[in-house]
């Protein structure tokens, strides 16, 4: 309840959560079928209209409402980016907080993957493993799971250096408490805080991310809805019906700027260091 009294205090943080609910409940009413008008439906003779009482957010060439294709559009934006980063934080936790316990030769071999898989801009190397496996939305989120995997295990590798050489670490020891104990109950709940804030703003990335592998072609095919997706239609329309590419554009902004918010102000509250700046 503290982390929540201070997010609500913080004017980042309210901005960042006023964004991430917003776009959850549109993504919840897309998935229930309640937007203005069925998304796939096509109006053959209101194709391309502009913005108006009808359509909110006009129609595209084939005469879809663009306001209900961008509800659903955010949600299986939404369901890649989530996945992935749940993907990536479940590995990379693993990776980080094994290669740190063990150390030696296998913190070796697992930081020196990391390092080859960082050392790939995240959009290529995306790209790669889909070029490999193939388009689709499954795939989009192996492949950004991959990507931001590495990151993870950074995160968590270095405090776990750390806190394993803490005295309450050697106190379980000679109580006899098991290494999946410590490293569930004592090492674990010490990394909730750094793993929070990197999952948010893992999603920002993530999400961007999916809706550059949309735009490509090698995210969500059609005639599912995406971002990326949508945006990729509609680049030969910009002067007919620059709509097309605005609204989503704006969407995908607006939802990385909600992530990137909400993720500096845990950082902020979290983060006991930032609390010791003087103002």
């Known amino acids: 309840m503290g982390v929540l009294r201070a997010l609500a205090a913080h004017p980042s943080g309210r901005v960042g959560a006023g964004i991430i609910i917003l776009y959850l409940v549109l993504a919840a009413l897309g998935a229930l079928g309640i937007t203005p008008h069925e998304a796939l439906q096509q109006f053959r003779v209101d194709r391309m209209?502009?913005?108006n009482s009808t359509y909110w957010m006009g129609t595209?060439?084939?005469?879809?409402?663009?306001?209900?294709r961008l509800m659903v559009a955010i949600g299986q934006s939404f369901l890649v980016a989530f996945a992935a980063v749940g993907v990536a934080t479940l590995a990379g936790t693993l990776i980080g907080l094994f290669a740190a316990w063990w150390g030696g030769l296998a913190d070796a071999i697992l930081m020196r993957i990391m390092d080859v898989l960082l050392a790939f801009p995240a959009i290529l190397l995306a790209l790669l493993i889909i070029a490999i496996v193939g388009p689709g939305t499954m795939t989009s989120?192996?492949?950004?799971?991959?990507?931001?995997?590495?990151?993870f295990a950074r995160v968590v590798r270095g405090p776990t250096l750390s806190l394993k050489r803490r005295e309450f670490i050697d106190a379980a020891r000679t109580f006899g408490s098991s290494q999946s104990f410590i490293l569930s109950r004592h090492?674990?709940?010490?990394?909730?805080?750094?793993?929070?804030?990197?999952?948010t703003l893992a999603l920002a990335w993530a999400l961007l991310t999916e809706a550059g592998l949309s735009f490509l072609g090698l995210g969500t095919q059609?005639?599912?809805?995406?971002?990326?997706?949508?945006?990729?239609?509609?680049?030969?329309?910009?002067?007919?019906?620059?709509?097309?590419?605005?609204?989503?554009?704006?969407?995908?902004?607006?939802?990385?700027?909600?992530?990137?918010?909400?993720?500096?102000a845990l950082r902020d509250i979290l983060d006991p260091r930032s609390?010791?700046?003087p103002a």
Do not use: H
């Open 49 to 51: 209209k502009p913005p």
């Open 60 to 68: 595209d060439l084939l005469g879809r409402d663009t306001a209900s």
């Open 141 to 151: 989120v192996a492949a950004i799971g991959i990507v931001y995997t590495p990151i």
């Open 187 to 199: 090492l674990l709940l010490n990394l909730v805080a750094p793993l929070t804030v990197q999952v």
């Open 222 to 264: 059609p005639p599912s809805p995406s971002l990326g997706l949508m945006m990729s239609e509609a680049r030969n329309l910009m002067q007919q019906a620059p709509w097309l590419l605005i609204f989503p554009g704006l969407t995908v902004m607006l939802g990385i700027l909600g992530f990137n918010l909400f993720g500096d």
């Open 275 to 277: 609390q010791e700046r």
